[in-house]
Nanobody, 123 residues
Framework: QVQLVASGGGLVQAGGSLRLSCAASGLTFNNYNMGWFRQAPGKERELVATITWSGDSTYYGDSGKGRFTISRDNAKNTVYLQMNSLKPADTAVYYC????????????????WGQGTQVTVSS
C-alpha cells in the first residue's frame, strides 16, 4: 500500500545537475523523516542525505555535502534531491526511503523504500 516512487534520474555529463523527486503515497507523509541513499555497482548502499518531517533539519553524508540539497514539499507528499556538480563517482541507483526516527542515518532505521532511479554521470 505504501509507495515511494523515485524519478528524475538519467544521463548527465560531469559538472551537470539533476533534480530527483520521490512521490509518497499510502502514508501520512509529514509524520516521516525522509532520506536519500545510493548504491553503485559493486558497492554498499550509502546515505546521501536525510531530512526531518518538517524540513527544518537536514544531514548530509560525505557524498552529499556541498553539492547536494535535500528538500521536501509536504503539500505534495514529495521529497527532492538537487544534485549539482555531478561527478562520474556519483553514478548509482538512488533510493528514497521513509523513517519514523528523527534524522535517521542508517538504512536499518528506514521503514519504507522506493524502487530507485538510475543516475549516470559521464566523464
Amino acid at each position: 500500500q505504501v509507495q515511494l516512487v523515485a524519478s528524475g534520474g538519467g544521463l548527465v555529463q560531469a559538472g551537470g545537475s539533476l533534480r530527483l523527486s520521490c512521490a509518497a503515497s499510502g502514508l501520512t507523509f509529514n509524520n516521516y523523516n525522509m532520506g536519500w541513499f545510493r548504491q553503485a555497482p559493486g558497492k554498499e548502499r550509502e546515505l546521501v542525505a536525510t531530512i526531518t518531517w518538517s524540513g527544518d533539519s537536514t544531514y548530509y553524508g560525505d557524498s552529499g555535502k556541498g553539492r547536494f540539497t535535500i528538500s521536501r514539499d509536504n503539500a505534495k507528499n514529495t521529497v527532492y534531491l538537487q544534485m549539482n556538480s555531478l561527478k562520474p563517482a556519483d553514478t548509482a541507483v538512488y533510493y528514497c526511503a521513509a523513517a519514523v526516527r528523527v534524522l535517521p542515518l542508517r538504512s536499518q532505521e528506514y521503514r519504507y523504500w522506493g524502487q530507485g532511479t538510475q543516475v549516470t554521470v559521464s566523464s
